[in-house]
């Protein structure tokens, strides 16, 4: 090996990761944070709860929306043809 291309620096860095690597990986591994893991987990579900509840009152909301739309125009329609029955019979008098 050519002691001329060997960088301290960056093989220190490289075993500084190596070390900080395998710190995390025991530290992400440990009793506390898999019960950190499962309080997130656990919020992440409320949450899902809560967006879905909002979702479907949405959309029942939405549905009577239309539902009351499609009325108010049928009435319309009804309302105009019988206006346009009633011209008629003006106009052929």
Do not use: P
């Amino acid at each position: 090996m050519n002691l001329k291309n060997f960088d301290v620096k960056k093989t220190g860095l490289f075993a500084a990761g190596v070390l900080f690597g395998t710190a995390g990986i025991k530290l992400l591994s440990s009793k506390d944070a898999k019960k950190f893991y499962t309080n997130c987990t656990a919020a992440v579900l409320r949450a899902k709860d809560c967006v879905m509840k909002t979702v479907t009152t949405i959309q029942e909301n939405a549905e009577d929306i239309y539902a009351e739309a499609q009325l108010i125009n049928s009435e319309r329609e009804a309302a105009e043809e019988v206006y346009e029955d009633d011209s008629e019979e003006v106009t052929e008098e």
